[in-house]
């Protein structure tokens, strides 16, 4: 796989780019495949080519539209991806172009007093917030389409500071972390949400112990990170608790 192609820059730098995504015209609207431009990236964002991505339940819920205030439309869902940065804006200087990253939802600026603390990850401008559904600089969008209907081009909505369900995405250089090269990109999409999530619960929120009993309620995607988060740890017992009897084939 290429994935050092924008190594250089590339000619796509400060361009807009037409691509492929799946857009969600409405709630529960089967998603539409359509030509998409990605604006540049503006101060302190990157633009990401997307090689791989998954689907999370989270993503159901938002495209069902199941909170009414959460609702915006037309947008690109996806959050759990990998891929390899195409350019970036001005002011970022952690990234530069043929970086492998991971983009996440949940990001950190590095400098406010949020990150800086010990006792919380929730960055004051980077964290996740469902409500949102804009770039953190301009309030404004770095998708846009033609409607179909008016023939007029019209903003696309983001998802979680991420949009994964796109070729090329548009996210603040706080929300994409780099990754080893050598790291298989089809598997690190996973780090995104559901592996991070359950491992961090074992790690972080429940700080597991060596020769502990674990419980776990649910053994989806995130529930198996969990058991395994604790397995790491050291835990003597792991009890998996699901009721969908078809889980435990898996197991």
Not at 90 to 107: R, S, Y
Request: aromatic letters at 6%; one cysteine or more.
């Amino acid at each position: 796989m290429d994935t050092n192609g924008f190594s250089n820059g590339g000619s796509t730098k400060g361009k807009p780019i037409k691509c492929r995504a799946a857009v969600a015209w409405g709630p529960s609207e089967p998603l539409v495949i359509e030509e998409v431009e990605v604006a540049p990236p503006e101060r302190l964002e990157v633009r990401i080519k997307v090689l791989f991505t998954s689907i999370c339940h989270t993503d159901l819920s938002f495209w069902k539209g199941e909170n009414e205030l959460q609702r915006r439309f037309p947008r690109i869902l996806g959050h759990e991806a990998s891929g390899v940065v195409e350019s970036v804006g001005e002011g970022v200087e952690d990234l530069v172009p043929g970086d492998h990253v991971v983009p996440i939802f949940n990001g950190e600026c590095g400098s406010c007093a949020y990150c800086n603390s010990t006792a919380t990850n929730l960055c004051k401008s980077a964290r996740v917030n469902p409500f949102k559904s804009t770039m953190t600089l301009d309030d404004g969008t770095r998708f846009s389409v033609v409607d179909k209907s008016t023939g007029a081009r019209r903003p696309v909505y983001h998802f979680l500071n991420t949009s994964t369900f796109a070729e090329y995405t548009v996210l603040d250089s706080a929300c994409a972390v780099k990754i080893n090269p050598a790291a298989p990109l089809e598997k690190m999409c996973l780090l995104s949400c559901g592996i991070s999530t359950g491992v961090g619960a074992a790690w972080n929120t429940a700080n597991v112990s060596k020769g502990s009993t674990v419980a776990i309620f649910g053994l989806g995607a995130v529930g198996l990170a969990v058991a395994e988060g604790a397995r790491i740890r050291g835990a003597a017992k792991i009890i998996g608790v699901d009721i969908n009897p078809e889980k435990f084939t898996k197991v």
